[in-house]
């Protein structure tokens, strides 16, 4: 390498997609199953083809992204399978708006043939659109085993996966009450539906009894449904009504003889306690209507408007029926009143049109027995969520699960595998289309044109991208998967998907642990949205900023399962630790030599180590232990920070200003010990901050003159005995108190750095070691023109600014430059912290509950605390007298 430092400025731009490519081209990122190592897997939630990165999705990937380049390091075989999905409904949407904008058509025009193929041509324009910016964000997956929700793997997985639930029973085709999207025209799960708190009203309407004067009152939101009005329930215990059960009532408008049944699903306290029963469009009342055989009227076409049934109202949209339906009920004074109310309101989670429950005939899952092995796993511990209260939230999905209808009225998507004889109607389910009929022979099927749900294919990711249901050996290494990183938003669509069709397929787990996390909200709390336009680009920040800024903000004080506010001040406050990384870097390059480096070993300078380097050393050693505790427990955030706080802190701040003197030393013994230690502690540094700062410490790494090849493939640093020196820990950190003691001092006096002044230190017998350990680091870092180590107070001048710390007391005589009256004011409220200290402590040893249940060893830690501060008291009351006499 001709140029042995980095570049004067960090610049990501420089490095950032050149590194990405290198790293493509040597295939870092490649894995294969290895008898010789643990698998780790995670599969990749796959992104839509229709959509591009955003927030959610950076942090999503920058999570799995951790986890993997730290478990590659670390030594197993892992893998990152990536994939994009087909998104059923968002792209057929796309699809048919491009169509129309472009040629003024529809998809029935184009014929489903060739609308295929323009959805087919979006996929490969846009998938790869999604995969170059989740490679900007330098996402390490195994690229050659990209998977497609429709490639013809999946595709082969979902058939053998209808028809195995066909063949078990747990696939049927019926009539049911299902979601409906007037705008989409297609069924949506239950998962589908988003809930919208939205303004509504209660409409009275009065229901005459046949025969009576008596009248029930009905509330309902949805008036326009009347029309489909088959019964009238009330609860058997209802005694306002027990007498009217079995006779009739008659629809309003309609005249339609309605009977009144007994039900228990009616509240009795809520609303009139009458309710109206619509089978057809109400899940509810379709229950109801199935106890009670009551008649089945669906009143509303597939858009949305009232149907051949609704007589004058017929082609009017359901809102439009409902405001004319109200205005005549009035006039006929069958309207008693309209109350406000504020409720939910189901909506397409595509479009936000309201979703209309209707009766259609579709393909459902049985999901009662499907439920129960996925909750099995969670309650046998097999499956276990991070954090993992949101154990519930999958338990409740799953507990309260209703049949899953799975047909979509769209032609991109899984085409439903089931064939229609044209002569008998019977309906097969197999692979592909059958010769014959097996009931009447005939030779003449159609296929359904229905697709599946999107979630169907998904619910196979984590086996049918390695090869279900083949028995591949990339299957049975693998899969069980490790993590699934996934946001609390999703836990319904998705997670119980892939539990129950894991168990269902392969009777195993489809992972170990899920990782979930929460939002990314704007600054001020806000979820990001195109309505508030408070959306961020991360491709912009990139581009701004730095990939590795992106990450390191979404990462710091991020905690599993909680949302987080993004800052652009923290943006900057990445971008200024990877600069300060950076420096540093370029420092310690910049002081190698290449000769006094030749050779160099732990040994061979071991005994030329100073209290400083030792220091470093095991600081650096215990951070790893720290850092790899966290990740273990998936506490990124908290990894992130302590790295962060010790390559910053203690190495930036105050190692390299330590070893400053040696670097520029004749002393070559001295040099080499300063520098073997730098880069060993760089090292480290540069491999924890790896997994959440990829760019940055590959490019650093490379100029590292003890390591060879790629960071991503490094071997993650552990913990060493050996370089754990907790002796010299405790004497360093009592160096650098006084530093900082004095540094505070000197700050408060406004006396300048570049004034020295003489340090005088008195230490006890038992500090006495350390103190001259490390005596240099005071000149150096204190602005001490001399040190001097006495046994005493004897050589003290009186007019010396005090300082003292555990065992030590330090004197700086700044003769003239002390404005006294600060001094004293400075002691006081030394002394008024140390009277703080001291009445806590009293408090707690006068304390007899503390001195009852405290062991034995923490009373005694109590008692040497008093015995310190008083011991720090009277060396600061001394001071005080000293000083105010010499005012006096």
């Given at each position: 390498?001709?140029?042995?430092?980095l570049?004067?400025?960090?610049?990501?731009?420089?490095?950032?997609?050149?590194?990405?490519?290198?790293?493509?081209?040597?295939?870092?990122?490649?894995?294969?199953p290895?008898?010789?190592?643990?698998?780790?897997?995670?599969?990749?939630?796959?992104?839509?083809?229709t959509g591009?990165?955003?927030m959610?999705?950076a942090?999503?990937?920058?999570l799995?992204?951790?986890l993997?380049?730290w478990k590659?390091?670390d030594?197993?075989?892992?893998?990152?399978?990536?994939?994009?999905?087909?998104?059923?409904?968002?792209?057929?949407?796309?699809?048919v708006?491009?169509?129309?904008?472009?040629e003024g058509?529809?998809?029935?025009?184009?014929?489903?043939?060739?609308?295929?193929?323009r959805?087919w041509?979006?996929?490969?324009?846009f998938g790869?659109?999604?995969?170059?910016?989740?490679?900007q964000?330098?996402?390490?997956?195994?690229?050659?085993?990209?998977?497609?929700?429709?490639?013809?793997?999946?595709?082969?997985a979902?058939t053998?996966?209808?028809?195995?639930?066909?063949e078990?029973?747990?696939?049927?085709?019926g009539?049911r009450?299902?979601?409906?999207?007037?705008?989409?025209?297609?069924?949506?799960s239950?998962a589908?539906v988003e809930?919208?708190?939205?303004d509504?009203?209660?409409?009275?309407?009065k229901?005459?009894?046949?025969?009576?004067?008596?009248?029930?009152e009905?509330?309902?939101?949805?008036?326009?449904?009347?029309?489909?009005?088959t019964?009238?329930?009330?609860?058997p215990?209802?005694?306002?009504y027990?007498?009217?059960i079995g006779?009739?009532?008659?629809?309003?408008?309609?005249?339609?003889?309605?009977?009144?049944?007994?039900?228990?699903y009616?509240?009795?306290?809520f609303?009139?306690?009458?309710?109206?029963m619509?089978?057809?469009?109400?899940?509810?009342?379709?229950?109801?209507?199935?106890?009670?055989?009551?008649?089945?009227i669906?009143v509303?076409?597939?858009d949305?408007?009232m149907?051949?049934?609704c007589?004058?109202?017929?082609?009017?949209?359901?809102?439009?029926c409902?405001?004319?339906?109200?205005?005549?009920?009035?006039?006929?004074?069958?309207l008693?009143?309209?109350?406000?109310?504020?409720?939910?309101?189901?909506?397409?989670?595509?479009?936000?049109?309201?979703?209309?429950?209707?009766l259609?005939?579709?393909?459902?899952?049985?999901?009662?027995?499907?439920?129960?092995?996925?909750?099995?796993?969670?309650?046998?511990?097999?499956?276990?969520?991070?954090?993992?209260?949101f154990?519930?939230?999958?338990?409740?999905?799953?507990?309260?699960?209703?049949?899953?209808?799975i047909?979509r009225?769209?032609?991109?998507?899984?085409?439903?595998p089931a064939?229609?004889?044209?002569e008998?109607?019977?309906i097969?389910?197999?692979?592909?289309?059958?010769?014959k009929?097996p009931?009447?022979?005939?030779?003449?099927?159609?296929?359904?044109?229905?697709?599946l749900?999107?979630?169907?294919?998904?619910?196979l990711w984590?086996?049918?991208?390695l090869?279900?249901?083949?028995?591949?050996?990339?299957l049975?290494?693998?899969?069980?998967?490790?993590?699934?990183?996934t946001?609390?938003?999703?836990?319904?669509?998705?997670?119980?998907?892939?539990?129950?069709?894991?168990?269902?397929?392969?009777n195993?787990k489809?992972?170990?642990?899920?990782?979930?996390?929460?939002?990314?909200r704007?600054?001020?709390?806000?979820?990001?949205?195109?309505?508030?336009?408070?959306?961020?680009?991360?491709?912009?920040?990139?581009d701004?900023?730095?990939?590795?800024?992106?990450?390191f903000?979404?990462?710091?004080?991020n905690?599993?399962g909680?949302?987080?506010?993004?800052?652009?001040?923290?943006?900057?406050?990445?971008?200024?630790?990877?600069?300060k990384?950076?420096?540093?870097?370029?420092f310690?390059?910049?002081?190698?030599?290449?000769?006094?480096?030749?050779?160099?070993?732990?040994?061979?300078?071991?005994?030329?180590?100073?209290?400083?380097?030792?220091?470093i050393i095991?600081?650096?050693?215990?951070?790893?232990?720290?850092?790899?505790?966290?990740?273990?427990?998936?506490?990124?955030?908290?990894?992130?920070?302590?790295?962060?706080?010790?390559?910053w802190?203690?190495?930036?701040?105050?190692?390299?200003?330590?070893?400053?003197?040696?670097?520029y030393?004749e002393?070559?013994?001295a040099?080499q010990?300063?520098?073997?230690?730098?880069?060993?502690?760089?090292?480290?540094?540069?491999?924890?901050?790896?997994?959440?700062?990829?760019?940055?410490t590959?490019?650093?790494?490379t100029?590292?003159?003890?390591v060879?090849?790629?960071?991503?493939?490094?071997?993650?640093?552990?913990?060493?005995?050996?370089?754990?020196m907790?002796k010299?820990?405790?004497?360093m950190?009592l160096?650098?108190?006084?530093?900082?003691?004095?540094?505070?001092?000197?700050s408060?006096?406004?006396?300048?750095?570049?004034?020295k002044?003489?340090?005088?230190?008195?230490p006890?017998?038992?500090?006495?070691?350390?103190?001259?350990?490390?005596?240099?680091?005071?000149?150096t870092?204190?602005?001490?023109?001399?040190?001097e180590?006495?046994n005493?107070?004897?050589?003290?001048?009186?007019?010396?600014?005090s300082?003292?710390?555990?065992?030590v007391?330090?004197?700086?005589?700044?003769d003239?430059?002390v404005?006294?009256a600060?001094?004293?004011?400075?002691?006081?409220?030394?002394?008024?912290?140390?009277?703080?200290?001291?009445?806590?402590?009293?408090?707690?040893?006068?304390?007899q509950?503390?001195?009852a249940?405290?062991?034995?060893?923490?009373i005694?830690?109590?008692?040497?605390?008093?015995?310190?501060?008083?011991?720090m008291?009277?060396?600061?009351?001394?001071?005080?007298a000293?000083?105010?006499?010499?005012?006096?």
């Open positions: 390498m001709e140029n042995t430092n570049s004067k400025t960090y610049d990501p731009k420089d490095f950032e997609s050149r590194l990405y490519s290198k790293w493509m081209e040597d295939g870092v990122f490649k894995t294969k290895n008898p010789n190592k643990k698998p780790f897997t995670i599969m990749m939630p796959p992104p839509n083809i591009q990165l955003h959610g999705h942090l999503d990937h920058t799995q992204d951790i993997i380049r590659r390091m030594g197993y075989e892992a893998l990152w399978q990536p994939g994009t999905d087909h998104a059923s409904i968002a792209t057929e949407v796309k699809v708006e491009r169509i129309k904008k472009e058509k529809t998809k029935y025009e184009l014929g489903r043939e060739e609308f295929l193929k959805a041509d979006w996929r490969n324009e790869r659109k999604i995969v170059n910016q989740m490679q964000l330098g996402d390490s997956c195994d690229w050659e085993r990209e998977r497609f929700t429709m490639d013809e793997g999946c595709n082969k979902v053998e996966f209808f028809i195995k639930l066909y078990k029973g747990q696939i049927y085709r009539n009450i299902i979601n409906w999207c007037p705008d989409c025209k297609t069924t949506l239950d589908e809930h919208e708190e939205h509504g009203h209660f409409y009275h309407i229901y005459q009894i046949k025969d009576s004067d008596e009248f029930l009905i509330a309902t939101t949805r008036p326009e449904t009347m029309i489909g009005d019964g009238i329930a009330v609860n215990d209802d005694e306002r027990k007498h009217l006779k009739t009532a008659i629809l309003p408008i309609v005249g339609r003889e309605l009977p009144i049944v007994a039900d228990d009616v509240d009795l306290e609303g009139t306690g009458a309710v109206k619509t089978p057809a469009h109400d899940p509810n009342d379709f229950e109801v209507g199935v106890r009670h055989n009551l008649e089945k669906n509303m076409n597939e949305g408007t149907n051949n049934l007589g004058k109202y017929e082609g009017m949209d359901r809102f439009e409902r405001k004319a339906l109200i205005d005549d009920l009035d006039k006929e004074g069958l008693i009143k309209i109350k406000d109310h504020s409720h939910n309101v189901g909506t397409c989670y595509r479009c936000h049109t309201i979703v209309e429950p209707r259609s005939d579709q393909w459902f899952v049985k999901m009662d027995e499907l439920a129960k092995p996925a909750i099995e796993i969670l309650k046998n511990q097999e499956l276990k969520f991070v954090p993992d209260k154990d519930k939230t999958y338990l409740q999905w799953l507990e309260n699960i209703r049949d899953w209808c047909s009225q769209l032609w991109w998507g899984h085409q439903i064939y229609y004889c044209q008998c109607k019977e097969v389910v197999a692979k592909e289309m059958p010769k009929c009931k009447c022979e005939s030779t003449h099927f159609k296929q359904d044109e229905d697709a749900d999107t979630w169907f294919s998904s619910a984590p086996f049918s991208t090869g279900w249901p083949d028995n591949t050996e990339e049975d290494y693998y899969f069980p998967t490790s993590v699934l990183v946001g609390y938003d999703i836990i319904f669509f998705w997670v119980v998907r892939m539990a129950f069709a894991s168990m269902f397929c392969t195993k489809p992972f170990e642990h899920v990782l979930v996390h929460g939002l990314v704007d600054s001020q709390g806000r979820k990001m949205s195109k309505s508030l336009g408070n959306g961020i680009d991360p491709l912009e920040i990139i701004q900023f730095g990939a590795d800024a992106l990450r903000t979404l990462i710091t004080g905690s599993p909680n949302d987080m506010r993004f800052y652009m001040e923290r943006v900057e406050f990445a971008r200024n630790f990877a600069n990384l950076w420096n540093a870097s370029r310690v390059f910049m002081n190698i030599d290449s000769e006094i480096m030749n050779g160099v070993t732990r040994e061979s300078v071991e005994a030329n180590l100073t209290l400083a380097d030792k220091w095991s600081r650096a050693n215990n951070i790893v232990k720290e850092v790899s505790h966290n990740m273990d427990k998936f506490e990124l955030g908290i990894a992130l920070q302590k790295a962060y706080d010790f390559t802190s203690e190495y930036c701040d105050w190692y390299i200003e330590m070893v400053k003197p040696r670097l030393s002393d070559k013994d040099k010990a300063a520098l073997y230690t730098l880069t060993y502690v760089l090292e480290k540094i540069l491999k924890l901050l790896h997994p959440f700062m990829p760019f940055i590959e490019e650093i790494y100029y590292l003159p003890t060879e090849g790629s960071i991503v493939v490094a071997q993650w640093p552990k913990y060493k005995e050996e370089d754990n907790e010299e820990e405790e004497m950190n160096s650098m108190e006084g530093i900082r003691n004095i540094r505070n001092v000197r408060e006096m406004n006396v300048p750095p570049s004034k002044a003489k340090v005088i230190i008195v006890t017998d038992d500090k006495k070691e350390a103190i001259e350990a490390g005596k240099d680091y005071f000149v870092l204190a602005s001490a023109s001399e040190l180590i006495a005493d107070e004897t050589n003290v001048p009186e007019d010396a600014v300082i003292v710390i555990d065992g007391k330090i004197f700086i005589p700044l003239e430059l404005d006294f600060k001094e004293i004011e400075r002691l006081n409220k030394e002394k008024s912290k140390l009277e703080g200290e001291i009445k806590r402590v009293n408090g707690k040893l006068s304390n509950g503390f001195l249940k405290a062991p034995e060893s923490l005694e830690e109590e008692k040497a605390k008093k015995e310190k501060f008083e011991e008291m009277k060396s600061v009351e001394e001071r005080l000293n000083l105010e006499s010499k005012i006096k």
